[in-house]
C-alpha cells in the first residue's frame, strides 16, 4: 500500500492537499488540467518537493523524509532520464549500484534487462546515438533492474509520436506485471488512461481525488472533469 | 568547505607574516608615497583608454558580420594566456627604442617616442585589457534583444537616435564596471612595471615590494608596502564589489545578431578601421616576437631549456593544485543560493601575488631556506591566482548539471564520491579542460612570486627571459620569448583539446 494522508504540497500561493491508499500491483493514472499540480504531487511522493504537512507511507512505513533515492519507487520525468556521456550498460547498471561496481551477476541482470527492451546490441552505444523511442526503452530497462515496488511516469513519452508512444505504455504494461510493481502515471490523453489504467486520480482546484475506476470516471465524468476534457 | 578554508588560510598565514614585520612606525617615506600616486595615476589611466577605446571596437563587432569574425573574437580572448613579458618584448619590439615605429617616425624626421616609464605602463596595460573591455562590452551588445534592433530598424532611427535609445543606457550600465575592473587589476600589475618602469617616477606598490625585498633585503620596508598594497587593492576591490561584471573567459560571443540599421558607408567605413587598428594593434607584438624570435632561437642557451622544463613542471603542479582547490570550492557554492560567496572570487582578482609571496617568506625563513621552496610557492600563488576564473566557469557548470541531472541522479541514490565520479565530473569534462588550460598557461607566463625566491640556479622561463633581457641579450631573449609564447598556448590547447575529446552528449 501507497498511503498519502493528508498530504499538503505548498508551493507560493499554490496548496494541493492528497488523502488516498493505493495498492500495489495496480495502474493509476493521474489527470488533470495543466497547472492542477500532476507533476507536483508525484515529485512530492518522490521527495523531490517538501511536503508542508501529512504523510507518505509505503508499507506502513513512513517514508515522508526519506531522500528520494531511499524510497521504494523510482519515477520517470519528461526528460533527462538517462546521463548522456555514459553508454547504456551503465546507466543500466547504475540502477543497480549507484557506485557501478557491478560483479558479474549484476551484469548478467543489465544484460537481460537490455535484451528484454530489445537493445541487447545496443549495450556499450552513448544515448545520443539512439533514437528517441530506443532512448525511452533503455531508460525502462533501468526502471526493471531498480525492481522497486512503484514506478512513477512524469509523462516520459510525451515527445515521441502517437504510435510510439502507445508501444512504450505497452511495454510499461507488460513490465510492471513482471515486477509486480504500482504503477502512477500522469497523462493527458483519455486514450491512454482507457489503454493502461485500471484507475484515475483526478487532480483539480487545489485536491487530489481519492482513485475511481478509471473506465467509470471517463464514462460519466464529474461536472470539472467534463470541463477539462471538453 | 576545507579547500575555502584552505585558500583562506593562505592568505592569512602570508598576511599575519607581513604583519608582524611591517614596520609601521616609520610612516610612509616620499618614495612610497610617489609609488602609491604612480600606481593609482597608472591604472587609472590604463582603466579609461582601454575603456575608450573598447566601445568603437565592441560597437563595431556586434553589428558587423564577415568571415573570420568568429576569429577575430577568439583573439581577443588569447591576452588571457599570452604571458606578460613575452607581449612586453614584442611592445618593445614595436614601440622602442629601435623599434618600428620610432624607426617610421625617424624616416619623417619626427622626434621619437619612449616605451619607458608611465607611456610604457600603460601602453601594456591597455594590450591586455582592451581585449578584455572590448569582450564584456560585446558580451553586453549582444544581450540587447534583437526585438530591440527590430523596431530601431522599423522606425528607421538615426544612428544618434539609436545611440540615445539603445547605446548609451547600455554603456552607462555596462562601462562602470569595465572601467572598475580593469583598474583594480592594474593596481596589483607586476610584470609591467617591472620591465618597462622603475626608477623614481614610474615605480608601483608592487615593483617597490619587489626592489625592497630583492636589492634592499628590507623585510620590514616589504612588509610595510605589502600592507599598503593589501589595503589599497583590496580596498578598491571591495568598493569595486557591487559594480564589477562578470568576467567569463569563455562566454559565447560568436554569435552574431542579426541586424538592420547602420548600413551607411561611413558607418561601414568606420566600423572597418576600428576593427583594423585593433587587430594590427594586438597582432603587431605578437608577430614581432615570432619574427624576431625565430631569428634568435640559434643564441638560446641551454638554460632556457632547462627553465622551460621547470615552467612546465610549475605550471602541471599548479593545475594539480588548482583542481584541489577548486572543485570542492565549486561544489559548496554550487550547492547553495546565488550572491554573496561568488563575488568573493573576484577579490581574488585584487590578491597581490607579491603580498603573499613576502609573507610567505617571512613565515618560511626562520624554519627553511625560502629560496628552495621558491618552485611549489610559486605554482600554489599560481594556483590561486587562477582560481577566481576557475570558480567563474565551474560553478554555472555544476549548477547546469544539478538542474539537468540532480533528480535523476537522486532517484538513483548517487551521492558523495560516486556522484562525481559518475555525473559531475564527466559532464563537466570541457569546462575543467578549459579551466586547467587557462590555469596552466597562466602559471608558464607568470613572471610574479618566482621573481622574489628565486635564486641564480632556480629559474621559470619566464624569469630566465627576463635575465637574458637585463643583460641586453635581445636576440636570445626573443629566441626565449618564441618558446615561452608556444609553451603557453600548447599547454592551454592541450587541456582544453583533452576536456572536449569525444566529449559525449552536449
Redesign the interface.
Known sequence: MLELEELLIRLGTFELRATMALREGRRYAVIGPSGAGKSSLLNAI???LPVAGGSVRVKGRDITAD????RPM??L?QD??L????TLR?NVG??LR???RLTAEDEELVAAALARVQLGDHAEK???ALSGGQQSRAALARVLVQARPWVLLDEPFAALGPALRAEMLDLVENLVAETGAGLLMITHSPEDVRRIAEEAIFVADGRAEAPMSAADLLNDPPPALRVYLG | MAAAALVVAAILAAFAGVLSRAEIAGGLSTSDWAAIRFTILQALLSAAISVVLAVPVARALARRRFPGRGLVVTLLGAPFILPVIVAVLGLLVVFGRSGWVNAGLDLLGLPGLSIYGLHGVVLAHVFFNLPLATRLLLQAWQSVPSERFRLVAQLDLAPRALFRAVEWPLLKQVVPGVFALIFVICLTSFAVALTLGGGPRATTIELAIYQAFRFDFDLGRAAMLSLLQLVLAGGAAVLALGLLPSVSPDAGLDRPLQRWDARGGTQRFADGVSILLALLFLLGPILAVVLRGVAGLAQVPASVWQAAATSLWVAMLSVALLMALALPMAGWIAGRGRGRVEAIGLLGLSASPLMIGTGWFILINPWADPQALALPVTALVNAMMALPFALRSLVPGIRDVLRDYGRLAATLGLSGWALWRWLILPRLRPRLGFAAGLAAALSVGDLGVIALFADPDRATLPLQMYRLMGAYRMEAAAGAALILLSLALLVFWVFDRGGRWHHAGT
Open positions: 518522490c521527495g523531490f531522500p528520494p533515492g531511499q523510482t519515477m520525468f533527462n532520464n546521463f548522456p556521456h555514459l551503465q547504475l540502477g549507484p557506485n557501478l552513448l544515448p545520443a
